[in-house]
């Protein structure tokens, strides 16, 4: 069976580093980097990157639209 | 690859300038999502309150008008009825509909003009320095209610989704929270709602979104969400007051 295949697009320069998407990730994949982006905020980063299923429910919390969410399911 | 997510289509500038962990950009979000999937981008209109969502033209990419504090609904009556073909809808928050615009916010939803409201509530006044609002919760503390809201000096808070279910005008009156994955699914699926009964004319439809500020409330994102399903959702429950099934005709 082919691995699913995904991919999650942080804009990081949007993230103003409010945790709600690391708060409701069911796999705990996301987390607050160490690094600032152009606004000044600790921005949001894919730590675990193998523990993301793609589900998109980090996405659709996001108040500031940071997160997209990509799954090739065949 | 197929997108599980992607930024809606007429969101054309998402570098919002609210506040880390602020719910405007999630009902942004809802709002151009609706428009999106009802294919409305040419003929919804918005007309804006003053207040933090007033800058929703600089992110929607459909035609807006800016109304006159409080007067937004007096607007939309008046557009919807120069050009019903529109889809028109509102966005508000509490101190503009629910205090200074209550008297033309009340008579709109009587009249059942056939507009669409999203009534953002978050029990302060955030633009303008967090003061007290008519839904400000009993024991808050704001900047105009320094010792917390007193019900024998202020009165109590308004339940407004409520207030408006009992008038006959009124074919959808529901509130919404964003603050859990639950929640903000059914939110989508109310806000879509409201307006594809805008597009089969049965009248005012009224979506209150329970939403968080926690600049004002002086929070951070996490523990105002908790205030949100603490505090605001007991107080003010969840759920489809009124929702009618056939326009009305005489």
Avoid at chain 2, 18 to 44: Q, R
């Amino acid at each position: 069976m082919k691995k699913t295949e995904k991919k999650l697009t942080i804009h990081k320069e949007r993230c103003k580093g409010c945790q709600i998407c690391v708060l409701y990730c069911p796999k705990k994949a996301l987390s607050i980097g160490e690094k600032l982006n152009k606004l000044g905020y600790r921005y949001v980063v894919l730590s675990k990157e193998d523990a993301c299923t793609a589900c998109g429910i980090c996405a659709e919390m996001c108040p500031d639209v940071v997160i997209e969410v990509w799954r090739d399911n065949e | 690859m197929k997108a599980v997510y992607k930024k809606p289509e007429v969101l054309k500038n998402p570098c919002f300038h609210f506040c880390p962990g602020c719910h405007h950009g999630t009902v942004h979000k809802l709002v151009a999502e609706a428009i999106d999937s009802l294919n409305l981008k040419d003929s919804a209109l918005a007309v804006i309150g003053v207040g933090c969502g007033v800058f929703l033209y600089d992110y929607l990419d459909v035609d807006s008008l800016e109304a006159p504090h409080g007067r937004g609904l007096a607007v939309a009556t008046g557009v919807k009825r120069v050009r019903p073909e529109r889809i028109v809808f509102t966005y508000q928050g509490d101190g503009d509909l629910a205090s200074i615009g209550m008297a033309e916010s009340v008579h709109a939803a009587n009249r059942g003009e056939n507009v669409t409201v999203i009534f953002v509530n978050n029990t302060i006044y955030g633009m303008t320095g967090g003061q007290m609002a008519p839904t400000t919760l009993l024991g808050q503390v704001t900047t105009t209610s320094p010792y917390g809201r007193e019900f024998h000096r202020d009165g109590y808070p308004i339940r407004m989704a409520e207030m408006l279910a009992t008038l006959e005008g009124v074919a959808l009156s529901a509130r919404v929270s964003v603050c859990t994955p639950k929640y903000l699914f059914d939110a989508k699926k109310i806000i879509k709602k409201a307006f594809e009964m805008q597009l089969d004319n049965m009248g005012f439809t009224f979506v209150e979104v329970l939403s968080s500020c926690p600049t004002n409330w002086n929070m951070s994102s996490m523990d105002a969400l908790n205030r949100v399903k603490e505090e605001m959702i007991p107080f003010f429950p969840l759920g489809v007051f009124k929702e009618r099934k056939m326009p009305d005709v005489l």
